[in-house]
């Protein structure tokens, strides 16, 4: 799938754990969709972050907002979808309060997936404000 396709809102029907894994690895990819557009509007800026390539996302947030090319709103922001997106890749599955729980995990996943397509909208909006388009995709955010 291309980003565009992953972009489409997707309501995912966890009924199995194999419904669960395949919507982590959904998620994961769409997490690595924001990860590349974030680090190119830092290397539009010609930012010099060291290591930008491996880069977390915090440190690229942080240096950006450091350096007033992130409003305080996006950044705040940002900071909810990179917490989930860690979420998703270092807790999820060791996170024992779903209880095997098929419908609470579904509930999280889906949401976790919203936030982070929301975050690839909100940097895609900085690249285009860079790039000298006025037209902004809408956000939960808003």
């Keep these: 799938m291309n980003k ?63 350096n007033k090319k992130i409003a305080d709103k996006d950044y705040q922001n940002l900071q909810l979808v990179i917490k989930e997106r860690n979420y998703i890749n270092h807790e999820f599955f060791w996170d024992k309060s779903f209880n095997n729980n098929l419908d609470l995990m579904n509930d999280r996943l889906n949401l976790i997936y919203q936030y982070i397509c929301e975050g690839c909208d909100v940097v895609a909006n900085l690249i285009s404000k860079f790039n000298g388009f006025s037209t902004i995709r809408p956000t939960i955010f808003d």
Aim: proline content about 0%; glycine content about 2%; overall charge negative.
């Design 4 to 66: 565009e396709e992953f972009l489409v809102k997707h309501d995912f029907k966890i009924k199995t754990f194999d419904d669960v894994y395949k919507a982590v690895g959904i998620i994961i990819q769409i997490s690595q969709y924001l990860e590349q557009e974030y680090r190119q509007y830092a290397k539009l800026l010609n930012f010099e972050i060291k290591n930008l390539d491996s880069a977390t996302l915090n440190k690229v947030n942080n240096y950006l907002h450091d």
